[in-house]
């Protein structure tokens, strides 16, 4: 079974800033799939990135990167240049490579982005 | 350029009345998903489809039940709502396969049970 971790519930930057946010996981699986999801308020859930677990390098789209630490499963996401649309919950999840697309979520952090 | 619909966006129902929740997709995906999401939480994952083979999460009630005619088109039924079934829930797809694991989600259906 896969385990996700959160530990910031609440987080806020100024817009323009850089903020990171904390994942941690748990899995027994030698190949997985690691992804950041945002839930902006009343819109839906859209992918963010995603990373291959057997990829070492650092997957990056845009103003969004991550920091992923295979050994100490961790999975930190990077938003550079905040801006007032970055403003959602931003659920960490986890998938195993080859038994199917279920996802286990992180129990999310609210980002909010002041102007 | 909606991928992924839900109707209606809000719903309300009275305690144990029989309510239907819809989605259909333009995605061509296979495999649909529904989710449970209560307030400030993570979506809770309620059944799925590989095409029209119907998969159960062992923990969900069998108050909630699902069909799906086609391809494109789910239903997600709640026999007798109660008050604790209020929440958003999700449909969401996707491709099967390692390489095609992104879902996509609907905007959602808010449910509320007076």
């Known amino acids: 079974a896969q385990t996700v971790t959160q530990s910031q519930p609440e987080m806020s930057v100024q817009e323009a800033e850089t903020v990171t946010l904390s994942c941690t996981y748990d899995t027994s699986e030698s190949n997985y799939y690691l992804f950041w999801y945002k839930q902006p308020p009343s819109r839906q859930m859209i992918l963010v990135i995603r990373q291959e677990a057997y990829k070492q390098q650092n997957a990056t789209e845009n103003r969004f990167s991550v920091n992923f630490q295979k050994a100490a499963k961790s999975f930190s996401l990077k938003i550079s240049d905040s801006q007032l649309g970055d403003t959602a919950m931003y659920f960490c999840a986890a998938s195993r490579y080859n038994a199917g697309n279920m996802l286990t979520f992180g129990g999310g952090t609210r980002l909010m982005v002041k102007p | 350029d909606a991928m992924v619909i839900q109707n209606p966006r809000y719903q309300v129902t009275q305690f144990g009345k029989p309510v239907t929740l819809s989605c259909s997709q333009t995605?061509?995906?296979?495999?649909m998903y529904w989710y449970q999401q209560k307030s400030s939480q993570a979506p809770k994952l309620l059944f799925h489809?590989?095409?029209?083979?119907?998969?159960n999460e062992a923990d969900t009630p069998d108050n909630f039940q699902s069909r799906r005619p086609n391809t494109s088109f789910c239903f997600l039924d709640i026999r007798s709502p109660g008050l604790g079934d209020a929440a958003m829930y999700l449909c969401a797809t996707s491709e099967e396969g390692p390489g095609k694991n992104i879902q996509y989600f609907g905007a959602g259906t808010r449910l509320s049970v007076l």
């Open positions: 995605l061509n995906h296979n495999v």
């Open positions: 489809y590989y095409d029209k083979d119907f998969n």
